[in-house]
């Protein structure tokens, strides 16, 4: 299924192509490629290089560690999630290892480690679902999370499936074209709310 962005302006066919399904395949994804995901994971900046990420992996063919994994889902994360054949817990350290200070840029670095992983998955024809539906403290028990450190947010991985076999408002939600602000809605310059020139005076040439 093709959802791709009708974009205003030119990117690349990666981020165009970037999706997040609710309906995943029973297609398995290999250790290699998973290795790929998380080596473009390793390599995103970070503030002072502390690459402040840790993630928990589980594979549904390992159906032990997968239960594991999707109890740390909110429920409704798990009636779509546990089709996935891998699950994922992105884990933030919220201080610094050098001086314990509190590292203001953690959650954005995870995040920035969570886009590197989308796009490589992009590029393998895998497709990742990010998920903030999760229960911190359970992953916290289950894996027995250190203090400073702290479940942020779950990502379901994998080849995109049929969302004729979703519940129908998740099907919906697969099949309804991507939409997006207008630039001019969140690029801003001079005064907060005042479209920037740059993309104020693009929409009139």
Request: with cysteine.
């Amino acid at each position: 299924m093709d959802k791709s962005a009708s974009t205003d302006y030119p990117i690349h066919e990666l981020l165009a192509a970037r999706w997040s399904p609710y309906a995943f395949a029973e297609r398995s994804v290999s250790d290699d490629d998973l290795c790929s995901l998380f080596e473009a994971a390793r390599w995103a900046p970070s503030s002072y290089n502390e690459q402040p990420w840790n993630y928990v992996v589980a594979k549904r063919e390992n159906s032990e560690e997968f239960q594991k994994l999707l109890c740390c889902l909110v429920e409704g994360n798990q009636t779509w999630a546990q089709a996935a054949p891998v699950l994922a817990l992105g884990i933030v350290r919220l201080r610094f290892v050098l001086n314990d200070q509190p590292n203001r840029a953690a959650v954005h670095d995870l995040g920035l480690a969570a886009a590197n992983l989308t796009v490589e998955a992009t590029a393998r024809g895998l497709f990742v679902h990010q998920m903030i539906g999760i229960v911190p403290e359970k992953a916290r028990e289950v894996y027995e999370i250190p203090e400073g450190s702290a479940a942020w947010t779950a990502l379901a991985i994998g080849y995109p499936g049929d969302p004729n076999r979703l519940p129908e408002r998740l099907g919906e939600r697969d099949l309804t074209p991507r939409r997006r602000k207008p630039l001019r809605e969140f690029v801003f310059g001079g005064i907060w709310g005042k479209a920037s020139p740059i993309v104020s005076q693009s929409e009139a040439g």
